[in-house]
């Protein structure tokens, strides 16, 4: 589900998960989420492009305007990364992730 902010960006809920392009910040149960620029820009990407079949080469583009690149670097391992420690501090109750 998205709701637009007065400035055109969009406010994202899923599973949980909080993704507001206006403070380019990812939450989730109203903790923010330390996660890199690079795979907020194609989480953006995909948000804003559901419901149809996103190619490498946009991803790619997306993040990495104008470069040339055979893979996408770290992008889909950080967001697990992220969960992952949302994950862990859930189940030890500490919970306390910041975003930078």
Avoid at 29 to 57: M, Q
Avoid at 80 to 91: E, I, M, N, T
Wanted: aromatic share 8%; net charge positive; glycine share 8%.
């Amino acid at each position: 589900m998205a709701n637009q902010n007065e400035d055109g960006t969009f406010r994202w809920q899923f599973v949980g998960y909080v993704f507001d392009e206006a403070k380019w910040q990812l939450s989730q149960n109203e903790r923010l989420i330390d996660i890199e620029a690079k795979p907020l820009s194609v989480l953006a990407y995909l948000l804003r492009n559901a419901g149809r079949v996103v190619t490498k080469d946009e991803l790619l583009e997306c993040a990495w305007p104008g470069r040339v690149a055979k893979a996408l670097p770290g992008v889909t391992a950080t967001p697990r990364r992220a969960a992952a420690v949302v994950k862990a501090s859930d189940r030890h109750g500490s919970g306390n992730s910041s975003h930078r």
